[in-house]
Structure formats: structure tokens, C-alpha cells
């Protein structure tokens, strides 16, 4: 089973907040990534990495950052959050041939 | 303009009852997977495709690539009220990132 975790699950503020939505595995993946989903719209890649030290920015234009110190962990941070950036944010990683391992999730709500 | 099509959006049978789901490209995949996801969890991975004209079987669930890797369909045998779900699919042009469809929701109603 995998492991790879996101917090918070749930996350509602308000307009101008900065925010860091959290994702770590244990499974020494290198590739990992950030989606963002809306209902009856297909996935869309807004950030992903290959190894510690690099990160790309995904096919969806994206006002959000992301870091890769560590293996593990990839964080996603939005400077000043907007109502437009309420969605679902899903965090996956993979190993070679592209099997994507999901997070649970974070449902974002910016007042 | 989405690279994956998906149909139907929407699916609610009774259980027992069978289903088809597809999925349609004008591109050609290397390979192709399905995802389901529940409320409130991420995708899972159920099942990845690479040869055309392949068949795999999953329990009730089949899964077909078309010859031409172009397409795919998922078949329920006799949907039972835990297949309810989205249902993904997903392929990979030629690099490591993966398009994703917009998914078909299936409710099975007991």
C-alpha cells in the first residue's frame, strides 16, 4: 500500500492568506508531483519534480511554488491565496513506468 | 481541448446490472492506465494497458486498449454497490507526465 501524505485535508480562509499545503512519502520515490482537480474537469498538472533540486512548472499556468529539499517531501505554497484558487489539490508520486501513487487530497476553500 | 475524452460522464445503473465506460483520444499513448477514486481519497491506480489490442482482467472489471492505442474501455461484470466511484484514465504520450481525463462517475445502487 502506499504511503504518501497530505495535510491539512481541509483548509478554508480568507482572501490574501499565504498558505502551504503539505505532502510527504516514504517510499523514496524521486518523481513527484501536484494536481489540481475541479469537479467534471480532468486532472491538470500545475507542478512537478523530478529529484531534490527540481522542480517544473506543469501544464496549467499556476500562481503557486513548490521546493524539493528532500526527497520526501514536496510542499506547495500559495503567497496570497484567491477565491479562484479553491479547488482540490492532489499530491502523487511514482516510480518508473509512471505508476502515480495519490494523496488523499487537500479541498481548498479561499473566501 | 482535452486530450483524453471520457464517456459517459455520468453512470448510474442497478447492481447486477453490467457497464462500459470509454475512452477516447485522437493521440497515440505508449500506455494507459484507469484510476478510481472515492469521495474524499485520491486516485488509485487499477490497471496499466501497453499493447494494442490488449485485454486484462481484474476480477469483475476488464479492461481493453485499442489496437491502435489510441482508446480504451472498462467493462463491469455484474457492478456491485462498491464499484461506486469515479472512474480515471490516463495516458502518457511519450514523456513522463500523464494526461488525465475527466472522468466518468458510476453509481451502483443497491
Known amino acids: 500500500e502506499a504511503d504518501i501524505y497530505q495535510t491539512p485535508r481541509y483548509l478554508v480562509i480568507g482572501t490574501g492568506k499565504k498558505i502551504t499545503l503539505e505532502c510527504s512519502q516514504t517510499?523514496?520515490?524521486?518523481?513527484m508531483y501536484w494536481y489540481q482537480q475541479d469537479p467534471g474537469m480532468e486532472l491538470h498538472l500545475i507542478h512537478y519534480?523530478?529529484?531534490?533540486?527540481?522542480?517544473e512548472k506543469g501544464d496549467l499556468s499556476s500562481e503557486s511554488t513548490v521546493s524539493r529539499i528532500r526527497t520526501e517531501h514536496f510542499p506547495l505554497t500559495l503567497e496570497s491565496a484567491r477565491p479562484s484558487h479553491t479547488s482540490q489539490y492532489l499530491c502523487?508520486?511514482?516510480?518508473?513506468?509512471?505508476?502515480?501513487?495519490f494523496g488523499p487530497g487537500t479541498r481548498l476553500t479561499v473566501l | 481541448t482535452q486530450l483524453l475524452e471520457q464517456s459517459p460522464q455520468f453512470l448510474s445503473i442497478q447492481e447486477g446490472e453490467n457497464l462500459t465506460v470509454y475512452c477516447n483520444s485522437s493521440?497515440?499513448?505508449?500506455?494507459l492506465q484507469w484510476y478510481r477514486q472515492e469521495p474524499g481519497e485520491g486516485p488509485v491506480l487499477l490497471v496499466t494497458?501497453?499493447?494494442?489490442?490488449e485485454v486484462k482482467k481484474l476480477k469483475r472489471l476488464t479492461f481493453q486498449f485499442g489496437d491502435a492505442r489510441k482508446d480504451s474501455s472498462l467493462h463491469i461484470t455484474a457492478a456491485q454497490p462498491g464499484d461506486t466511484g469515479l472512474y480515471l484514465c490516463?495516458?502518457?504520450?511519450?514523456?513522463?507526465?500523464?494526461?488525465f481525463g475527466a472522468g466518468t462517475t458510476v453509481t451502483v445502487r443497491a
Open positions: 502523487a508520486s511514482s516510480e518508473y513506468p509512471l505508476t502515480l501513487y
Open positions: 517510499m523514496g520515490h524521486d518523481k
Open positions: 519534480s523530478y529529484g531534490v533540486n527540481s522542480t
Open positions: 493521440s497515440v499513448f505508449s500506455s
Open positions: 494497458v501497453v499493447t494494442g489490442g
Open positions: 490516463a495516458g502518457a504520450p511519450g514523456d513522463y507526465k500523464l494526461s
